[in-house]
């Protein structure tokens, strides 16, 4: 049995082919179209995904849609009603495409495949809390998801065993810890649904100045971790803004400038947001545990992409044990649903692998390029390569690495979700102190702030970090062990917020973010060898188990997906090697009237 799963028309558009319970395929519209975070109806994903499949629209069984529109255009209307006439304008412009599309959906969907298939609807929170626990290694799980809002719920816990799934609690729109979340983000200069992980990121280099006032004000946090927001310091219901001018005051000033200096004040807002919702996040899984009595959590929803609060889950959490939803955001919704039907509605059985193997398989569910599809592309585009064994790669990988070499990686299938995991990567060496601030700028054109996460060899993640957690989606954050740490001189104790980053943290300064922490993604033989195995000699070479990764884009566009994506990237920054497949191309060694005319043709928009 094929089921199709869709998500689109609010933020990242997405697909994934499930067959007879199995995730065979998935991916994202943005990588495709190349517009980031690209909501509309997903159809070069689902081409891609019945490709990867073996199939065509014609041998689908379901489709599967991952909300209830109707349910989504109720709240909508209340709202509205509940605020007129403030948002007349976003009202007007939203009701159109309501009326002509989104309330036609199984209509709409039919047309757009070409077949007539059955079309199913799941609410929004279940498809999350599907996509939770169906891929998980549990058998049974507490499942949590927490992001801005769905139809009307923003927070749900449930329960799942086997094929069953369950939701036994829920808060209701407006109140939300994502557009809480969100709200600081737009109130500090960063786009909401995009920026939150900046903010997240800027958090350290704060102090928790305002943890009190947000407390005080904005949010009412019982110990059950269930809250109510003060909406008078919000206008999002209205689709006008996210802040009110009563939330300007009560932080002394207007939202800040997109792209303008940050300050210390942005600093300390992020901190001190970021630790109101990990207070928020641990009261919940403690609740959850106490009525489940579970020792394994599940979560999913876009807060369930913020690795600081869970890492803290983790650590100070009751659960033994806790898997994310790489695709945790709204992507992640078109596998929860299809996944959910393939269960629940057609009864497929759902298998748990034994040795506790989670059913993503590294996420690695997008297409793959043959060596022939990237020979015949680099002939076209003039480049100048060297074509060497697949058991050559990892070792000239990691010649170029300990060389001071910037590397861009394009192996095997792409990765679904919003990180890059060894497939559409670029990796650095984590030794170098002026790694860091040369990638930010040089080659990811953003913001100087901004830490590198480490792809460590799961095997020795012990020996550099504080905990042998495993997070192969980077989804957890821990910290570099006190052995490996340098001590800060009087000196440098005096520095404060972005001065910070001039203070070298650790023995692998790229990757140590200010307050000692890291973003880690374990790396296992048995989901990407040739990514473990240059990882492996990079580690022979130097005595280091990892090494810096980073998604393989720019800012203001989404990580790559085509070989001619992987070129025009290579040649449009300051990388200085790519090895997509088994060719390996030198910058130096590329014409320069041709990457003169890809960095023309080129141009970064801020994300």
Not at 242 to 255: A, I, N, Q, R, Y
Not at 388 to 402: F, G, V, W
Not at 500 to 508: E, F, M, T, Y
């Amino acid at each position: 049995m094929n089921i199709l799963g869709i998500s689109a028309w609010y933020h990242d558009a997405a697909a994934c082919l499930v067959r007879d319970g199995a995730i065979v395929s998935a991916a994202q519209e943005e990588r495709f179209t190349r517009k980031k975070h690209d909501p509309e109806f997903p159809e070069n994903a689902i081409r891609s995904c019945l490709s990867i499949g073996g199939i065509e629209a014609h041998d689908l069984d379901a489709v599967g849609f991952y909300d209830k529109p109707f349910l989504k255009f109720e709240r909508l209307l209340e709202t509205y009603l509940a605020c007129a006439p403030r948002g007349l304008r976003s009202f007007q412009s939203a009701m159109p495409i309501w009326l002509t599309e989104k309330l036609f959906l199984p209509d709409r969907i039919r047309k757009e495949l070409g077949v007539d298939v059955p079309v199913y609807f799941a609410e929004h929170h279940v498809s999350h809390a599907a996509s939770a626990f169906y891929p998980s290694p549990f058998e049974q799980a507490a499942i949590l998801t927490v992001d801005g809002v769905g139809e009307w719920a923003t927070t749900t816990w449930g329960t799942g065993h086997g094929s069953e799934l369950e939701l036994l609690g829920e808060i209701r729109f407006p109140h939300s810890l994502g557009l809480l979340y969100s709200a600081f983000t737009y109130y500090t200069g960063f786009r909401v649904n995009s920026g939150e992980y900046k903010l997240m990121g800027l958090a350290p280099y704060g102090e928790t100045t305002y943890v009190d006032r947000i407390k005080d004000h904005l949010i009412d946090i019982k110990d059950d971790g269930s809250f109510r927001m003060n909406m008078d310091y919000f206008d999002y219901p209205s689709g006008l803004r996210m802040t009110s001018d009563k939330f300007h005051e009560l932080f002394e000033g207007p939202p800040k400038e997109p792209d303008s200096w940050v300050t210390q004040k942005e600093m300390d807002l992020a901190r001190s947001v970021q630790v109101v919702l990990e207070e928020t996040i641990l009261k919940m899984a403690r609740h959850i545990h106490g009525e489940t009595g579970q020792p394994n959590l599940v979560m999913a929803g876009g807060v369930a992409l913020n690795c600081v609060a869970n890492g803290r889950v983790l650590r100070e959490g009751p659960f033994d044990n806790l898997w994310i939803q790489p695709a945790a955001g709204d992507a992640g919704g078109a596998l929860g649903v299809a996944t959910y039907l393939s269960h629940r509605k057609f009864g497929e059985p759902r298998v748990v692998d034994p040795t506790r193997q989670d059913a993503q398989r590294g996420s690695y569910l997008g297409p793959i390029f043959p060596r022939d599809d990237i020979r015949s592309f680099l002939d076209t585009a003039g480049a100048v390569f060297e074509e060497i064994e697949e058991n050559e790669i990892p070792e000239r990988t990691a010649e170029a690495l300990t060389d001071g070499r910037v590397v861009g990686w394009f192996q095997g299938r792409m990765e679904f979700g919003p990180r890059a995991l060894g497939g559409r990567s670029i990796l650095g060496d984590p030794r170098d102190p002026e790694m860091q601030s040369r990638m930010n700028l040089k080659i990811k054109y953003r913001e100087s702030f901004r830490p590198f996460a480490p792809s460590v060899l799961a095997e020795h993640a012990g020996e550099v970090f504080d905990d042998s957690i495993e997070s192969p989606y980077m989804l957890l954050v821990t910290h570099v062990r006190e052995e490996h740490r340098k001590a800060v001189t009087d000196g440098d104790r005096q520095r404060t917020g972005i001065d910070l980053l001039k203070v070298p943290r650790s023995h692998v300064p790229a990757i140590t973010h200010v307050d000692y922490s890291a973003r880690v993604q374990t790396v296992h033989s048995e989901t990407n060898p040739l990514y473990w195995e240059t990882i492996q000699r990079f580690r022979k070479r130097t005595g280091i188990p990892l090494v810096i990764n980073t998604s393989f884009n720019v800012r203001g566009e989404p990580i790559v997906c085509t070989p001619e994506d992987a070129w025009n990237c290579f040649l449009g920054t300051e990388m200085d090697v790519l090895i997509a497949g088994p060719f390996l191309l030198r910058k130096e060694d590329q014409d320069p009237k041709v990457v003169e005319r890809v960095r023309a043709a080129r141009h970064f928009e801020a994300d």
